[in-house]
């Protein structure tokens, strides 16, 4: 049974399913993945969400900092990830992840298509020595349905043991 689970968690996941990540450590995001969301571990200590029809998609990641990194502040970290990328200036609001206080950064980037895509860069530092990360990647421009579905997706993610 519990190489099952394994298999399930690293071939990843397309219907309804609770999931740490990363399996082990004091600090993880713990995700209720929806039905027709599909999540897979990337090679760069990231969990990937993607919406059924590929309308939206959420990297999760987690990493623990040495001293050097740590000090650096979240204005800093959204500066170099948002900058590096060829995006619009972007702007800053408070956030959270699950109960935790973050700060949220928003851009836009257009896609190898020429295709404009609203970027979400929410980050936050649990324990000090963490940095929490969900980079939310979307068309513009999202029906009802679709926006509902990244809403609740959203909701579902909490930062366990960050407190």
């Known amino acids: ?3 099952t689970a394994l298999f399930m968690f690293w071939a990843g996941f397309a219907a309804a399913a609770d999931i740490r990540y990363p399996r082990t450590g004091p600090v993880a995001f713990d995700v209720h993945l ?3 969301w599909s999540a897979n571990p ?10 059924p029809d590929n309308a939206a998609a959420i990297s999760l990641t987690l990493e623990q900092q040495s001293a050097s990194k740590a000090a650096r502040t979240l204005d ?3 500066n170099q990830v948002l900058t590096g990328n060829n995006t619009a200036a972007f702007k800053k609001e408070p956030a959270s992840i699950g109960e935790i206080a973050a ?4 851009s836009q980037i257009l896609n190898s298509g020429s295709v404009p895509l609203q970027l979400r860069l929410i980050l936050a530092k649990p324990l000090r020595k963490y940095l929490a990360s969900e980079l939310i990647v979307s068309r513009t421009q999202l029906n009802d349905a679709e926006q509902a579905s990244l809403d609740a997706m959203m909701k579902s993610i909490q930062l366990t043991g960050a407190k």
């Open 103 to 106: 700060e949220a950064y928003y």
């Open 34 to 36: 929806a039905n027709g």
């Open 42 to 51: 990337d090679t760069t200590r990231s969990l990937n969400l993607t919406a």
């Open 1 to 3: 049974m519990a190489a």
């Open 76 to 78: 800093q970290i959204a």
